[in-house]
Nanobody, 121 residues
């Protein structure tokens, strides 16, 4: 069983930055694809970014150039550095682990509890 714990969310002004962390524990955690997803009130959950066990990365068009995903295998942690934040980035952010690479939530088997990100002046 894999467990994921997100941290790093909070309130930030437009144009600001946050770094989210996703700490994974459990057998073989480094062998999974790790994805970041977000869900705003009244909207469907959408994929933000993902990283494979070999370091291949993908970003949603809405965050490309502003967000950076990285992976520290020694710490079993995946980070999402978010820069130039916009009000429309406001959402609950979840990390997830799965065996299939991509930004579709259905491809992931294990989910964290989520962390709130609010971008507002």
């Amino acid at each position: 069983q894999l467990q994921l714990v997100e941290s790093g969310g909070g309130l930030v002004q437009p144009g600001g930055s946050l770094r989210l962390s996703c700490a994974a524990s459990g057998f073989g955690s480094n062998n999974y694809v790790i994805g970041w997803f977000r869900q705003a009130p009244g909207k469907e959950r959408e994929g933000v970014s993902c990283i494979s066990f070999s370091g291949v990365k993908t970003y949603a068009a809405s965050v490309k150039g502003r967000f950076t995903i990285s992976r520290d295998k020694d710490k079993n942690t995946v980070y999402l550095q978010m820069n130039s934040l916009k009000p429309e980035d406001t959402a609950i952010y979840y990390c997830a682990a799965g065996e299939f690479y991509g930004l579709r939530p259905t491809g992931y088997d294990y989910w964290g509890q989520g962390t709130q990100v609010t971008v507002s002046s």
